[in-house]
Nanobody, 111 residues
């Protein structure tokens, strides 16, 4: 079955950076569109970014100037580089492809 395993979350100060990774198994990774979502406490899960199998990317408006999604098909891994982090970026970040979700990784932005 499909397995998505996120890593790279943690505590970072405002203005800092983090890079999340999501390792996929159980799929022919290079054929799949991958995405990141996030869910802040008390809020609905929201779209962050997506990357198609051909490398086309799309972002939520509030993140497109600060976040970069990328993929390494040789490593079956998708990344999310997050820069200029703000307190409102605090959330659990989830990797997604089609109907499959990872377990999430916590990102906390606080001084």
């Amino acid at each position: 079955q499909v397995q998505l395993v996120e890593a790279g979350g943690g505590l970072v100060q405002p203005g800092g950076s983090l890079r999340l990774s999501c390792a996929a198994s159980g799929i022919i990774f290079r054929l799949y569109t991958m995405a990141w979502y996030r869910q802040a406490p008390g809020k609905q899960r929201e779209f962050v970014a997506t990357i198609t199998r051909t490398g086309f990317t799309d972002y939520a408006d509030s993140m497109k100037d600060r976040f970069t999604i990328s993929r390494d098909n040789a490593k079956n891994t998708v990344y999310l580089q997050m820069n200029s982090l703000k307190s409102e970026d605090t959330a659990v970040y989830y990797c997604n492809t089609e109907q499959s979700w990872g377990q999430g990784t916590q990102v906390t932005v606080s001084s």
